[in-house]
C-alpha cells in the first residue's frame, strides 16, 4: 500500500497562492493521486485527481512530476473558506485494497 | 449536496446498546463505504461493499457489521456500544471501487452515554 506524507499544518492568507505537498515514495503504476478537503464535522469532498503531468479544474491544480513520487495540491488566491483539512490519497482505481487516509494538511487561512 | 444521504444525523444512546445507521448512495453508484472518525482524528476505513457483495474490510471491530441491499442501499449495525465507539460514521458512494471519486455523506454523530 502506497503510504503518503503531508504537513501536518499550514497558515497562508487571503488572496494567496497555496501549495501543499504529499510524499507517496511507493507509489505504484497504476495508482492515481486524489485529493479531498474536509470542514469540520463535514464529509470529505473530493478535490481533484491526476496521474502525471498537471491537471487542473475549476477549483485547484495538480501537480505530479514525472518520477511521480510526490504531487503538490495547489490552490489559487485563498478565501477564509478555503480553511479545511486537505487529504492525499494514493491508489489505483478498481483495485481491491482500500486508502489510507492520513492525518491530512490542516490549512489555516488569515485574513 | 453530495447525493448521499445518511440516518439519522445524530443518534444518543446508552452504552451496552445496539443501533443502525443507514445510507442511501447517489443514483447508479454501486460501492459504499463506511468510515468511522473520532473527534480530531483522520477518517478510518470500516467496510466496503459493491454491488451488494463485500469487497474490503479495514479495522471494523466484530461488534460492527454491515451489509448492503438489493437497491444499494447499506446500513452499519453497531452492537454492545463503547463510550469509545463515539464518533461521527460518514458513509460514501462511488460508480467503482477502489480510488477514484467518491461522495460523502454529511455522516452521523454518534453518541455513546
Known amino acids: 500500500l502506497a503510504k503518503t506524507t503531508q504537513p501536518i499544518s499550514m497558515d497562508s492568507y487571503e488572496g494567496q497562492e497555496v501549495n501543499i505537498t504529499c510524499s507517496h515514495n511507493?507509489?505504484?503504476?497504476?495508482?492515481?493521486i486524489t485529493w479531498y478537503q474536509q470542514f469540520p464535522s463535514q464529509g470529505p469532498r473530493f478535490i481533484i485527481q491526476?496521474?502525471?503531468?498537471?491537471v487542473t479544474n475549476e477549483v485547484a491544480s495538480l501537480f505530479i512530476p514525472a518520477d511521480r513520487k510526490s504531487s503538490t495540491l495547489s490552490l489559487p488566491r485563498v478565501s477564509l473558506s478555503d480553511t479545511a483539512v486537505y487529504y492525499c490519497?494514493?491508489?489505483?482505481?478498481?483495485?481491491?485494497?482500500?486508502?489510507?487516509w492520513g492525518a491530512g494538511t490542516k490549512l489555516i487561512i488569515k485574513p | 449536496d453530495s447525493g448521499v444521504t445518511q440516518t439519522p444525523k445524530h443518534l444518543i444512546t446508552a452504552t451496552g446498546q445496539r443501533v443502525t445507521l443507514r445510507c442511501s448512495p447517489r443514483s447508479g453508484d454501486l460501492s459504499v463505504y463506511w468510515y468511522q472518525q473520532s473527534l480530531d482524528q483522520g477518517l478510518q476505513f470500516l467496510i466496503q461493499y459493491y454491488n451488494g457483495e463485500e469487497r474490503a474490510k479495514g479495522n471494523i471491530l466484530e461488534r460492527f457489521s454491515a451489509q448492503q441491499f438489493p437497491d444499494l442501499h447499506s446500513e452499519l449495525n453497531l452492537s454492545s456500544l463503547e463510550l469509545g465507539d463515539s464518533a461521527l460514521y460518514f458513509c460514501?458512494?462511488?460508480?467503482?471501487?477502489?480510488?477514484?471519486?467518491?461522495?460523502f455523506g454529511q455522516g452521523t454523530r454518534l453518541t455513546v452515554v
Open positions: 490519497l494514493v491508489g489505483a482505481p478498481d483495485s481491491n485494497y482500500q486508502l489510507i
Open positions: 491526476g496521474y502525471k503531468t498537471k
Open positions: 460514501a458512494s462511488s460508480t467503482r471501487q477502489g480510488n477514484t471519486e467518491a461522495f
Open positions: 511507493n507509489i505504484a503504476t497504476n495508482d492515481y
